[in-house]
């Protein structure tokens, strides 16, 4: 990741990376805690239209709604908004030789993606928060 953890305000949910190894597959490990990225247009929600809630994959906490979902075409799934302000942690990410802005679980700390602003697209925020598929677990809405 980035930066240092202990930077940000502490976890509600926190694992040491033995535990987080026994919870996880060793993709969504190495994704969710070790901030990889998945491969463009293989993740399992990049084009899903289903109504309901994206949580995190390894936490369960409540990131993102299908109400903010579109379609970007980038590879991955984006959404223009957390589905509330405290859902997510954003920082700094200088990673890769690019200036970018990482996207982590509020409640675990776990790598979701990045987020990106004024790329033009037609959203209430101008924002595309683009999420691997792999950090989020959908629960559809009845």
Not at 17 to 33: S, T
Not at 78 to 87: I, L, V, Y
Not at 107 to 112: D, E, F, G, K, R
Request: glycine share 8%; hydrophobic share 30%.
């Amino acid at each position: 990741m980035s930066s240092n953890l202990s930077e940000l305000p502490s976890p509600k949910v926190a694992l040491t990376d033995d535990e987080w190894r026994a919870k996880l597959d060793p993709q969504e490990f190495a994704v969710l805690r070790q901030a990889g990225t998945e491969p463009a247009f293989t993740g399992e929600y990049t084009d899903t239209k289903t109504e309901g809630v994206y949580q995190c994959r390894a936490c369960g906490a409540e990131l993102f709604r299908s109400t903010e979902k579109f379609d970007s075409h980038c590879g991955w799934p984006s959404f223009f908004d957390p589905s509330h302000s405290d859902a997510v942690i954003l920082r700094p990410d200088g990673s890769h030789g690019m200036q970018r802005v990482e996207v982590l679980c509020a409640y675990c700390h776990s790598h979701l993606g990045h987020v990106f602003s004024g790329e033009g697209y037609p959203t209430p925020t101008d924002q595309r928060y683009c999420i691997n598929s792999i950090s989020l677990k959908l629960v559809p809405t009845a």
